[in-house]
């Protein structure tokens, strides 16, 4: 039999974050996350036994499908608020009052989906009547998934038929509900559930580039933005200015590979670090490729935006300005002074990640990709199979599976994006300009098909470090 457990976000956001010291939003909500709330409602309700046994059957499941749509996070603003009533026995202690409160800084990170309805489904499973009505009731009261202002409206169904999903990342396991109770006795905050090792036989994922999901805007707040097609020198001028951070805050001597792209002994890192990409106006119909800001791509998991050392030199270079509210990092590159912010309250939809994260079977060239070589085959045919050869090695790199289709091209499929190259009349000055390590190195733009769904980032060729080869799902509505 099948069993869905719908969940309606009323607010149409979803605010909830991966961990207490992250700004990315968990989208869409792992069951371990809707089980631990349906565990505080069960606990709110008197903690009946009917329902304490719909929750064990529960956890005993295999694990749920997720369906979801996408849609775009909103990268939160730091605001300052106060903790909980300390716990004094001095009589007349003002601490316990909000307005004498110290102030700790929160983020409360939020995802808006394209539709606010998710479903857990489990499939082939067995459940009696006492079971579903026991479920029901501790999902109607349940009130938010994640922080309190989630909103939401749960219901457990039966009859409802739904297409195939993917298998959630975090699950839950049988004893879960004493731990979480034996925690919360102990007034400590549950750790998330247990990671899913995904067995053939069940969905998989879509497949990820090597780069994480997790990024770091700059939003570009003042000075004149060079054109796009300057973007890669930027983004090298960005990683010498976080370089410089770490030696600001003392760490100089330990600049991770992470960063630098470079061993302990100068020679060049075999393994993924970070990127640093444009993030333009393009795609809509009158977009003109202004650069808006830049996002910094960790590989991985992304845990390198969580680290101390990282924060502290990014901190380093971008202090706090009591006059705009906000941190300001400062950068000069060929004649132009720019500032950047880490941190927007509203921000510009041409800033939020998603199109560069979200599955997609189609991918199209925002910045022209750097081929590792130049081809050496003379005729047409023969010089298109090369070069779509080497594209589909430089997916490989990233941990993609190689295209169905590749299309390569002078011209992009995004609308705002300049050529590759100029055109015969154009002063070569209007090309791209890249690292001189880059060079000698020829350009083209890319549409790429894949047989099934793959995760950005998607960041290719030998540029991808510097923000060229980044590819933008592509919408068909987008298509020129």
Request: proline fraction near 10%; glycine fraction near 8%.
């Amino acid at each position: 039999m099948l069993l869905t457990l719908e969940i309606e976000h009323l607010l149409g956001v979803s605010f909830a974050a991966h961990s207490p010291a992250s700004a990315m939003p968990d989208w869409p909500p792992q069951p371990d996350r809707v089980f631990s709330a349906l565990v505080s409602a069960w606990g709110a309700r008197g903690e009946r036994a009917e329902e304490r046994n719909a929750l064990e059957w529960l956890e005993a499941q295999r694990v749920p499908e997720l369906i979801a749509s996408g849609g775009f996070a909103r990268t939160p603003a730091t605001v300052f608020v106060p903790p909980n009533d300390p716990e004094t026995g001095r009589v007349g202690n003002r601490s316990v009052m909000p307005s004498y409160r110290r102030r700790q800084p929160r983020r409360f990170p939020a995802f808006r989906p394209d539709d606010p309805i998710v479903q857990l489904v489990w499939r082939d499973v067995d459940f009696d009547n006492e079971t579903i009505v026991a479920l029901n009731a501790l999902a109607a009261d349940t009130p938010c998934i994640g922080h309190s202002s989630s909103l939401t409206r749960c219901r457990f169904l039966t009859d409802c038929r739904t297409e195939t999903g993917v298998l959630a990342l975090r699950c839950v396991y049988p004893g879960r509900l004493a731990e979480l109770r034996r925690l919360y006795h102990a007034g400590l905050r549950p750790n998330p559930g247990g990671s899913v090792s995904i067995p053939s036989s069940l969905p998989s994922a879509p497949a990820r580039s090597v780069f994480a999901d997790r990024v770091l805007v700059l939003e570009h707040i003042g000075g004149i933005m060079p054109d796009l097609r300057a973007a890669a020198l930027l983004a090298k001028a960005l990683r010498d200015v976080l370089m410089s951070g770490y030696k600001k805050s003392g760490n100089g001597a330990a600049i991770p590979a992470t960063i630098s792209g470079h061993a302990a002994d100068a020679s060049p890192s075999t393994e993924p670090h970070l990127a640093i990409a444009p993030l333009a106006f393009v795609g809509p119909r009158f977009a003109d490729g202004r650069v808006l800001g830049f996002a910094m791509v960790p590989p991985g998991e992304g845990d390198l935006l969580d680290q101390e050392d990282f924060r502290d030199a990014l901190w380093a270079v971008a202090p706090w300005n009591e006059c705009q509210g906000r941190r300001v990092l400062k950068l000069a590159c060929g004649g132009f002074d720019l500032t950047f912010t880490p941190s927007r309250e509203k921000g510009l939809r041409s800033l939020e990640p998603a199109p560069y994260i979200d599955g997609a079977k189609i991918w199209a060239t925002c910045t022209p990709i750097v081929l590792d070589r130049h081809p050496k085959a003379k005729g047409n045919t023969e010089r298109e199979e090369e070069i779509a050869g080497l594209l589909r090695k430089a997916c490989s790199n990233i941990g993609l599976p190689e295209p169905v289709r590749i299309l390569a091209a002078k011209h992009s499929a995004v609308q705002g994006v300049p050529s590759s190259s100029p055109s015969g009349r154009a002063p070569a000055w209007t090309g791209w300009r890249v690292p001189k390590s880059l060079a000698s190195r020829p350009l083209t733009h890319a549409v790429l098909q894949f047989d099934t769904p793959v995760r950005g980032p998607v960041i290719l060729g030998a540029g991808r470090f510097v923000g060229l080869g980044l590819c933008r799902a592509l919408d068909p509505t987008e298509q020129r």
